[in-house]
């Protein structure tokens, strides 16, 4: 095949070409490195400096990108998570070799499971010392790109100064091709010190791929949705991160199918709609419902363990499964797979179906969201949905929350109201503990003019409590609410159910208000019925605020086993 065209680049102008050919002195392969993030779109900077990286921290003080930089490698990947989620643009996290990079990786795998686009640069050790012999170096790992291969999404290796913009590029439209997540780039010590003769790094191109349905696919789609009886949508975490919470509501209400939202995918479709199942599910009646359903849309999520409840559904109808990520595509339930991101997918749908009205449909929810009240009524469970509607009092409706594994967290993902797309957000990807405080930090970065809010129990934020520091070195204003039960609840919770007795989740722990006030930090210990008022009084304050709440939760019934 002959090609007559190529595609066209904008010529350099001769002052273009002058610095070209006369770069500044002094630069390093650091230098490269962040001219070329600079180039691509970047701002900010996480991470944590170390010995070899050195060359990286270096080159960041010579550049216009921003640093943030937190205590403790893990709580950098979770900030920059957040970030990736809450804008959607790509976050670098600056790591060190060995220990600094391995610290990193729960996080690394939250943002996996996430879909959060995160740019990781790490050092490695001197060139010479790489190849698998054990030569002694600080940080030495047999193969440190080995640990990282099964938890990021590609890996991109270093050797030489003229290979960073490239290998830099490449993970930039790696991390941001749907479905997005986190990527790994590996440069030894050396080639970061090394002074360079390169020029400046410009004219790099890293736009990602744009992934399409195929038409053929929608047209079967299109064919059966407007065709069903009863259909219904589960829509997860891809339409929020799609931007497709628009196009998921024009669907739903052109087929009058009923929408329940995943975990993952709070907020995409309004809590009060007349369709809206809201996110209840982990409930009988909820599962009930998709099951009956004749033609089930599934967008943006595998139907993993929770949006399954706990793989007790077992769809009747016929599965249409719009998903990014190849791998989850019937990874659970034979459907008509369609692998496309999902906000192009819902509008070619949209042209694609003919209308239908279903005058029964919005009947059929309400019966539904009807019997689920009652079953969570007859558990007397009524301090949990209290301080869920204080939380959301007091919490504007454009403020992003963020939530760690625990009771609170769990009940807010069913029953909570996001109120909007892409602000509610929690580790329920991976499940780790740790991730809400840090991860608020780095939503704030992203967007300093609205409060955040971050929920912990006292177990979770025990993993966090070196970021109230840098909370209080960068003015960052998170309100950090602590449920403090004592222990780790949930755990508790589980080990009675399965075994009648608890093993290690009973814990020792501070006076949460005085540590926080020994940052620096202003605190108060508040009550269920002062809590709207608390954290109302925190959200209007300049800068970081704890509120310790004391409280003994229970989880709602389950209905799976």
């Known amino acids: 095949m002959s090609h007559d065209h190529h595609d066209e680049r904008p010529a350099l102008t001769p002052a273009q070409i002058g610095a070209a050919l006369n770069p500044p002195p002094g630069r390093t392969g650091g230098d490269l490195v962040v001219e070329t ?52 643009e790509v976050a670098p996290l600056f790591l060190s070799t060995g220990p ?29 010392g790489l190849g698998g012999g054990r030569h002694g170096h600080l940080h030495e790992l047999r193969d440190q790109q080995a640990s990282f291969r099964d938890v990021v ?37 050396d080639v970061l010190e090394a002074v360079t003769t390169l020029p400046v790094v410009s004219g ?69 709609h007349p369709l ?52 989850k595509l019937e990874a659970n339930h034979p459907a008509l797979g369609i692998h496309a991101d999902a906000r192009g997918a819902l509008a070619d749908l949209i042209e694609a179906v003919t209308p239908r009205e279903d005058p029964a449909a919005a009947e059929r929810v309400a019966g539904v969201l009807a019997r689920v009240r009652e079953r969570i009524a007859a558990q007397g469970r009524d301090l949990e949905q209290h301080l869920l509607a204080e939380i959301r009092t007091a919490l504007p409706d454009a403020s992003p929350s963020f939530w760690d594994m625990t009771i609170l967290a769990y009940w807010a993902w069913a029953a909570f109201d996001a109120r909007r797309p892409n602000t509610m957000h929690s580790a329920q990807g ?24 971050a929920v912990s129990g006292d177990g979770g934020a025990m993993y966090s409590l070196a970021e109230l520091a840098t909370a209080r070195q960068y003015g960052l204003p998170v309100t950090w ?8 609840g949930i755990l508790r919770e589980y080990l009675t159910g399965a075994f009648g007795e608890t093993t290690a989740t009973e814990l020792a722990r501070p006076d949460f208000v005085a540590l926080a006030e020994s940052f620096g930090v202003p605190a108060v210990r508040t009550s269920p019925g002062t809590l709207a008022a608390d954290l109302a009084e925190a959200f209007a304050r300049p800068g970081p605020s704890v509120v310790v709440l004391p409280a003994l939760l229970k989880m709602f019934e389950p209905t799976h086993l």
């Open 153 to 189: 999404k590609s890996v991109h290796i270093v050797r030489t100064a003229s290979q960073i913009p490239s290998a830099i590029g490449a993970a930039w439209e790696s991390a941001l091709t749907a479905p997005h997540g986190p990527v790994w780039v590996e440069i030894p010590q």
């Open 204 to 272: 790099l191109d890293a736009t990602p791929r744009e992934l399409h349905a195929r038409p053929e696919l929608i047209a079967v789609a299109a064919d059966l949705l407007s065709r069903a009886e009863r259909p219904a949508i589960i829509a997860g975490g891809g339409v929020v991160r799609s931007d497709a919470s628009g196009k998921l509501r024009a669907l739903a209400e052109r087929l009058d199918a009923p929408v329940v939202t995943t975990y993952g995918g709070k907020g995409a479709f309004p809590w009060e």
């Open 481 to 488: 609410l602590i449920v403090d039960d004592g222990g780790y």
């Open 430 to 453: 991976a499940g780790g503990l740790g991730y809400a405080f840090p991860a608020a930090l780095g939503a704030v970065v992203a967007d300093p003019g609205r409060p955040v809010l």
């Open 276 to 327: 809206s199942l809201q996110s209840w599910v982990e409930d009988r009646h909820t599962t009930d419902f998709l099951e009956d359903a004749d033609v089930l849309l599934v967008v943006g999520s595998g139907l993993g363990e929770l949006s399954s409840n706990y793989y007790t559904f077992a769809p009747r109808g016929r599965v249409v499964q719009i998903e990014a990520d190849a791998g």
């Open 100 to 128: 600094g990079a391995l610290t990193s990786l729960a996080a690394l795998q939250e943002a996996a499971a996430a879909s959060a686009p995160v740019l990781a640069v790490s050092s490695q050790i001197p060139a010479r």
């Open 37 to 88: 993030l600079r180039g691509l779109g970047a701002t900010t900077v996480f991470g944590l400096p170390g010995q070899h990286a050195l060359g990286l921290f270096d080159a960041l003080r010579r550049s216009s990108l921003d640093y943030v930089g937190l205590r403790v490698e893990n709580n950098a990947g979770f900030a920059a998570d957040a970030y990736g989620r809450v804008t959607g």
